[in-house]
């Protein structure tokens, strides 16, 4: 699909889907290895994202949990995830086409969730019980898929992780009552649950060894128990539960041609080490242990981590990552990768221990995402936070590549030059910053005589003059060049504080929006002494040029979306948004959401690239997209169904209100079991948010919203991240003047046997079906290109130039790709120009494309240089030393000739 005004002023305009998720890498919950240990999973929010660590790609799952993630679980086959939400709710998703599958409750907050190696069960902690279920079938569709193996008790305390024997036959559990239990899968004859006890605080996890002859115990304080089998057998079973667990009703699991092994549980276990970390004040607060390579990885509440081998407890390395808490450690299938998250830094890291580097850095915002901004091209998305932290994205791979600390205060607005690798930033520190994105430094700033905090900016088309304007004594609007850095010009006029700038897309009219309910047009170059003013019936909060730069669109404090003419200054479409952008009830509303007026009202607006269409957002858990020229809402978004965030529910739950509030409102941070997670280590006035307030559960709402230069793709900077929405190009059957006779065999008979392949190229477009499309564009020879371009009709060349942008990025003939879009720009460029802000989305997906190609073939040609100028200096260095060695054989053959003179 293309995005053309046909399409957008249609229901077609709803194909803009759920397309990934960046700006948040993790979130809470654990952190695992797919089997194959090329890619990571990692809980955001109530989302999963997965980070593929070979292609440098990441992509989030399209399915929701209710609430945020707790644990996670990947079956050994990959085919089937289930995530479990903080209440216990959880959802099976079949992983490589993230479908979800079914729908189940546990009814108790789930700890540990792990598979058994051979995929058939699946172990859960339920308070202190453990229950082992059958695992549902990834292919059949069953009324009630979930069934309960069995139930397993003898913890008097919560249990806190469950590990797996290789054979799936056995599984430990460890718990707060300070022990390790180890149970069976199937009952065996004469046994009962062993018990290892002994640790001084909450045993964290246990792990067999490979061979299965030791167990491993390790405990919040630091200590490590190494169990193995008594050497003297003793007649005292103390340390055995004397529990006899229910076997009625299981049958053991039918014999194979060998005899069982029952080693494991016929082993009387007793302590043969006690080690200790010796981390002085910080506590274990994640672990993970590798079998093969017998290595076992501890993460602290410090940001320390150190890898020990065992049993002999040797220290491999200890190392420092983050100042606050790992939550989260796992280690990949050969061993060479760890992965770490940090909840509180929301932090993913993943480190090679041999080689001691970094494979994965990255982490979102601390605090909440303000502002973001694409690139001319779309390739890159620059964002903002309060944290003060100015981020730069690949909006394909998902990954932040750079990040620029040098604001000391909250971003609101940033910007990225039409022209050139420069991005702009304004923050409330009282400065603007201009960014190389080549050198990755900051090389301007830009000041005022007063101190004034910004909250808004605009960078004019040729990048030569920054504008910026905030709450200062007099509410002006400041003016720099970027060459020079120096203050030019001081608009003055507004009475309140200045909202929004923008630029003319020609760059020769600044339109300014204020809170003394007006908008002004500025003439920049040629301003006479007075301007006037566009009156509105409200405080305006944000306003977006239309791309032919004669429309300028402004929302209010009221709810309203005004469209301006600029020419003749008349308002022409006044669109009534309050009832669009209402929705979700926050947990002290007192009233309906249909009836709450706080907040219905949008602070984010942005045209296509077409002008055809508004996306706007604002504080609340939807995204409207409107038709520009009717004022018809076309499709709303919903952002998030977290209900772990504020204002996310039409509906509250009355048996939630206490006499102190809502349940929800409550700050229960001091009532944390560990003593870190109760301290407030925050200095005072450092805290975040509305003091007046004792709220700390974060709101759903867009602060910015933003369409792609290309056209295909829009973003949005909200509570959750980064999200972001592309046309959905799963549907290939869209026919376009289809008729009776084309068929995909009648195409391909056009295309071999007569061999007309511009006909077959028609037929294949009309009838829509990538493949198809596909097989006649590579079947037509290079030498008939020019020829064909310049007999296709116009009103396919939108289509063609679509496809020919997608083919850019995923196929690899590309000297072909130039050919065709060589021969179409000679055939047609005089209608492109003529037409140039209908075709402005799909030319600008072609630059993307292209720019893509160039950015690859510039790192695989310096990459080659780099290795041939490697080798040469091998060859020349070894040439070298040949010569000296022959030197000094030389050297040495006639000082032994002389020698020889002088002894006769």
């Not at 983050?322 to 770490?340: D, H, P, R, Y």
């Not at 690139?375 to 620029?404: E, H, M, P, R």
Request: net charge negative; proline share 4%.
């Amino acid at each position: 699909m293309s995005i053309s005004e046909r399409q957008l002023r249609t229901p077609a305009a709803s194909g803009f889907k759920f397309s990934n998720l960046c700006g948040t890498v993790y979130r809470q919950g654990n952190v695992l290895y797919t089997p194959d240990g090329n890619s990571v999973i990692s809980p955001v929010g109530n989302r999963v994202s997965v980070f593929d660590l070979v292609n440098n790609k990441s992509r989030t799952l399209s399915f929701e949990n209710r609430k945020n993630i707790s644990r996670v679980a990947l079956s050994p086959d990959s085919t089937v995830l289930i995530s479990v939400d903080e209440d216990g709710r959880a959802i099976l998703v079949n992983f490589k086409r993230s479908t979800v599958l079914h729908h189940f409750n546990f009814k108790k907050p789930v700890r540990d969730i792990k598979f058994s190696p051979n995929g058939k069960f699946i172990a859960v902690t339920h308070g202190s019980q453990i229950q082992v279920w059958h695992t549902p079938s990834h292919l059949a569709r069953e009324f009630a898929p979930f069934n309960l193996h069995r139930t397993y008790t003898g913890h008097y305390d919560d249990v806190l992780s469950i590990t797996w024997s290789a054979d799936s036959r056995f599984f430990l559990t460890t718990s707060k009552d300070m022990t390790a239990r180890l149970y069976t899968l199937y009952p065996v004859e004469g046994y009962r649950p062993k018990t290892f006890a002994g640790h001084r605080d909450q045993v964290v996890a246990a792990y067999f060894s490979k061979d299965h002859k030791t167990i491993y115990t390790v405990s919040r304080d630091g200590a490590v128990f190494t169990w193995s089998k008594k050497e003297e057998e003793d007649q005292d079973s103390n340390d055995e539960d004397s529990d006899e667990e229910t076997m009625n009703g299981f049958l053991p699991p039918s014999t194979s041609s060998g005899p069982i092994d029952n080693s494991i549980p016929n082993t009387r276990w007793g302590i043969q080490n006690r080690n200790y970390f010796l981390q002085t004040g910080s506590k274990v607060t994640s672990t993970t242990f590798h079998p093969r390579s017998n290595l076992l990885v501890v993460g602290f509440s410090n940001g320390v981590f150190g890898l020990w081998e065992m049993p002999s407890f040797t220290s491999v390395h200890t190392l420092s990552i983050s100042q606050e808490k790992i939550t989260s450690v796992a280690i990949n299938e050969t061993g060479e990768w760890l992965a770490f998250g940090a909840s509180k830094l929301g932090q993913l890291l993943v480190w090679e221990w041999q080689s001691e580097s970094y494979v994965l850095k990255q982490q979102g915002h601390f605090y909440d995402m303000n502002t973001l901004s694409f690139s001319a091209d779309g390739q890159l998305v620059a964002t903002g936070g309060d944290d003060g932290k100015l981020k730069v994205w690949n909006s394909s791979t998902g990954f932040c590549f750079v990040t620029f600390e040098d604001h000391s205060s909250a971003i609101s607005t940033v910007e990225f030059a039409k022209q050139g690798q420069v991005v702009f930033s304004a923050s409330l520190d009282g400065t603007v910053r201009a960014f190389d994105l080549i050198r990755y430094r900051n090389f301007r700033t830009f000041t005022t005589p007063n101190p004034v905090q910004f909250n808004s900016l605009a960078v004019d088309p040729s990048g030569e003059i920054v504008v910026a304007g905030g709450t200062g004594d007099g509410f002006e609007i400041y003016m720099w060049s970027t060459q020079t850095g120096k203050l030019i010009d001081v608009l003055s006029g507004h009475e309140g504080p200045v909202s929004s700038l923008a630029f003319s897309p020609l760059g020769d009219r600044l339109v300014s929006s204020s809170w003394d309910k007006s908008i002004r047009v500025w003439d920049v170059y040629g301003r006479s002494s007075t301007v006037e003013p566009f009156r509105l019936n409200a405080d305006a909060l944000a306003l977006a040029f239309r791309p032919d730069g004669k429309e300028v669109a402004v929302s209010t404090l009221d709810g309203q979306i005004a469209l301006w003419d600029l020419k003749d200054a008349v308002q022409r479409t006044l669109i009534e948004g309050r009832k669009d952008v209402s929705g979700g009830r926050k947990a002290d509303d007192r009233v309906t959401a249909q009836n709450n007026s706080s907040g219905k009202s949008f602070n984010s607006l942005s045209y296509t690239a077409d002008g055809s269409c508004l996306l706007a957002g604002g504080n609340s858990k939807h995204v409207c997209l409107y038709d520009a020229r009717d004022g018809v809402l076309l499709k709303r978004f919903e952002i998030s169904q977290n209900l772990s965030l504020d204002g996310t529910q039409e509906f509250l739950d009355s048996r939630n209100l206490t006499e102190a509030g809502p349940k929800e409102s409550l700050d229960d941070r001091g009532e944390a079991s560990d003593l870190e997670d109760r301290l407030d280590k925050s200095l005072p006035g450092a805290r975040n948010g509305d003091l007046s307030k004792r709220k700390y559960r974060p709101e759903a709402r867009t602060k910015c919203v933003k369409f792609s230069p290309t056209g295909r793709s829009w973003a949005a900077a909200s509570s959750e991240g980064l999200l972001i929405y592309s046309l959905d190009d799963s549907l290939s059957f869209d026919p376009f003047e289809l008729e009776v006779d084309i068929t995909p065999s009648t195409i391909l008979e056009t295309l071999h046997s007569e061999r007309h392949y511009l006909k077959a190229f028609i037929m294949s477009l009309k009838l829509n079906e990538r493949p198809l499309i596909q097989t006649v564009y590579e079947a037509i020879p290079t030498s008939t290109i020019y020829l064909l371009t310049r007999q296709l009709p116009t009103n396919y060349l939108e289509r063609v130039m679509n496809f020919i942008s997608v083919e850019l990025e995923q196929s690899p003939h590309l000297e072909f790709h130039l050919v065709w879009i060589s021969s179409l720009f000679n055939s047609h460029g005089k209608y492109l120009r003529e037409r140039s802000g209908q075709f402005a989305a799909t030319l600008r997906g072609i630059q993307k494309g292209l720019t893509g190609v160039q950015e690859s073939i510039v790192k695989l040609s310096d990459d080659n240089s780099f290795t041939l100028q490697f080798l040469l200096d091998q060859q020349k260095r070894k040439q070298l030393e040949e010569e000296k060695e022959q030197q000094a054989a030389e050297v040495k053959t006639n000082g032994g000739g002389k020698q020889m003179e002088i002894e006769i």
